[in-house]
């Protein structure tokens, strides 16, 4: 089956920790993005790329990090700077150039 | 100014009623994109449509139908005789040129349907 897998679904962590989210795509897509999502809001970009080994900060790139050493592999790392990590953490991968992206499942972090 | 803005922040209807969800879009940019995408319950989202910014025809897809306005910038869309699995998050989203060939989506905040047997 073709698609995005996104893991764990959830995570738990102890504030002041590093976390890296899992996100891998088998669509043979050349752009992954992650999202991050808020109670009643809207998706807010965190980070993207578009090809392998080059990645663009988004709107609230600020705490997290990302690596793209493999086009099927866009993993995002939480870090101990993001001051509110709790959030629903959303990745995509879409064919470029306006095209339509498709989302994985998503990992519900929890940061106490 | 928010660039993509869904005014209806909830809705309730009553099965088999036909309800339209607003967008209304904000871009300086003559090439652009525009996305509905529906978010159940268990989080992820599902894309339904795309729309480029030459094509005003509108669509439909069973239950489902699009309306894209240029003139008024809105992109709505309504559920005809919606059903109880229509229950879910729905965002309106906006894709525009970010610079070497890239495109970056604004989503709007949602709007929450609910539908009651």
């Known amino acids: 089956d073709g698609g995005i897998t996104q893991s764990p679904k959830y995570l738990f962590r102890k504030e002041g920790q590093n976390v890296t989210l899992s996100c891998e795509q088998n669509?043979?897509?050349?752009?992954m993005y992650w999202y991050r999502q808020d109670p009643g809001q809207g998706l807010r970009l965190i980070y993207y790329?578009?090809?392998?080994?080059?990645?663009q900060k988004g709107d609230i790139a600020e705490g997290y990090s990302v690596s793209r050493e493999k086009k099927e592999s866009f993993p995002l790392t939480v870090t101990s700077a993001q001051k509110n990590p709790t959030a629903f953490y959303l990745c995509?991968?879409?064919?470029?150039?306006?095209?339509?992206?498709?989302f994985g499942p998503g990992t519900r972090l929890t940061v106490t | 100014a928010q660039k993509v803005t869904q005014a209806q922040t909830e809705i309730s209807v009553v099965e088999k009623e036909d309800v339209t969800l607003d967008c209304v879009y904000e871009?300086?940019?003559?090439?652009?994109?525009l996305f509905w995408y529906k978010q159940p319950p268990s989080g992820e989202l599902v894309f339904l449509i795309r729309?480029?910014?030459?094509?005003?025809q509108n669509e439909i897809s069973g239950r489902y139908s699009w309306n894209f306005q240029k003139s008024t910038s809105s992109f709505n869309f309504t559920i005809t005789a919606s059903q109880v699995v229509d229950s879910a998050v729905y965002f309106c989203?906006?894709?525009?040129?970010?610079?070497?060939?890239?495109?970056?989506?604004?989503f709007g905040k949602g709007t929450k349907l609910s539908v009651i047997p």
């Open positions: 995509a991968s879409s064919p470029g150039g306006g095209g339509e992206q498709y």
């Open positions: 669509l043979n897509h050349d752009a």
């Open positions: 790329s578009q090809i392998v080994n080059d990645f």
């Open positions: 871009t300086r940019d003559t090439t652009y994109y």
């Open positions: 729309r480029n910014s030459f094509d005003e």
């Open positions: 989203a906006l894709s525009e040129p970010s610079g070497a060939g890239s495109y970056q989506l604004t």
